[in-house]
Structures are given as structure tokens and as C-alpha cells.
């Protein structure tokens, strides 16, 4: 993991920007708002200096391999309350990140538990692994929030946003040299979630 720069910075704050966007339009019209976050996103990825895709790799970079949009892959869900516990997600190098879980989400698709990851900051974590998993999406897993990071699709005290389309890989699925907390068994989903970010050949400048 790469420490603090003025770089990693100014990426933590278009990656705020492009949350607060979705969260400020999302409603109003879902598909072109994922639309500009996805332009947002590949953008970040081919031209910023701590982009997780190696340098290397930028100048063919193109796009990230996704999903069509799919409205029937977001919610609007209440938090059920949990006797708050102690969890682990560890990485596939083997770190360890202290969770606690606050809450679970039901949803047509499988249940998933809502963490508070406790590193830096703190803040609402939702890792998940689905049928997809392995083949079609990282075999670890995927993100929804990581709201510490700016992953952070909305809701209040009423219910959180889930929305599948915004499902993300890690940063390690594209350079070893990053340590991401992976999904923790209680989170794995036996269906699979066919939105959101995908694997892809690296024909044409995608990557995964």
C-alpha cells in the first residue's frame, strides 16, 4: 500500500467528487449517472499518477471492463440491527483488517453483513463475493461501499443505497503491490451478480 502523497490526495478527492455526484443525481436519473461515474473512473485510472494500473500499462488503458446498467440491481434497504462483533478480512497476501459488524442488509439476491472496517478513519464497509466470482469477477470478491475511501452511494438513518451497478475490484486485482481486504465468508452470495465491474482480456486496452 502506498502512503500519503498530495497525489494519493488529490485522487481521494476526485474519488469523493464522483461519489457526491452520484449521490446528487442518482435518483433522478440512475443510468446517466453511472454513466459520467464510469467516464469519471476510466479517466482516473489511464491518466492519474496513483493509479492502480501499473504505469506500464497506462498508455494502451481504455476502460474498465463493466456490466450494462441494470435497474433491477439497486436498493434502497434499512440496516437490520446486529449484536455488534469482532470480524477479519484478511488479503491475499495474508494482512489482517479489523472489522465490527453493525448491521445486515436483506436483499432479493442473499443476505450481506455491514461492517465498520477499523483502519484508518473508520467507516461503512460492504465487501461480497457472488456466483460470478472466480470466473467473470475477481475470485476474492468485489466492493460496494468503503466509505472511508469515498465509496459512498448514500442513505441515512432510514436504509443504505446498494446498488450493484457501482460493484468494484479492488486496487489489487490490478498491481500485487496493493493489500485489500477481502470478503468475509458471511458475505459470499451464491447468485451471480452480473453489474458492475467485470474481468476482461486485455484486448484493447482493458485490463482485468
Request: some cysteine; proline content about 9%.
Amino acid at each position: 500500500m502506498q502512503g500519503m502523497s498530495f497525489t494519493l490526495l488529490d485522487w481521494r478527492r476526485r474519488v469523493a467528487a464522483m461519489y457526491a455526484d452520484v449521490r446528487a443525481s442518482a435518483d433522478s436519473d440512475p443510468e446517466a449517472s453511472l454513466a459520467r461515474f464510469r467516464q469519471a473512473r476510466d479517466r482516473l485510472f489511464a491518466r492519474h499518477p496513483d493509479s492502480p494500473i501499473p504505469a506500464a500499462a497506462r498508455p494502451t488503458f481504455t476502460s474498465l471492463p463493466y456490466w450494462p446498467y441494470d435497474p433491477a440491481m439497486r436498493f434502497v434497504v434499512a440496516v437490520e440491527p446486529m449484536e455488534p462483533a469482532e470480524a477479519t478480512a484478511s488479503s491475499i497476501s495474508g494482512d489482517s483488517f479489523a472489522l465490527r459488524t453493525i448491521g445486515r442488509v436483506r436483499l432479493p439476491i442473499g443476505d450481506l453483513e455491514v461492517y465498520w472496517i477499523e483502519v484508518y478513519g473508520g467507516g461503512v464497509f460492504l465487501p461480497f463475493r457472488d456466483g460470478t466470482s472466480g470466473s467473470e469477477t475477481y475470485g476474492a470478491g468485489r466492493y460496494l461501499l468503503d466509505t472511508v475511501k469515498g465509496a459512498d452511494l448514500g442513505g441515512d438513518e432510514r436504509g443504505l443505497v446498494i446498488d450493484f451497478n457501482y460493484a468494484y475490484h479492488p486496487s489489487c486485482v490490478y498491481d500485487p503491490i496493493w493489500s485489500c481486504p477481502l470478503a468475509p465468508r458471511a458475505n459470499w452470495l451464491e447468485a451471480p451478480v452480473r453489474a458492475g465491474e467485470r474481468l476482461g482480456q486485455p484486448e484493447n486496452g482493458n485490463v482485468g
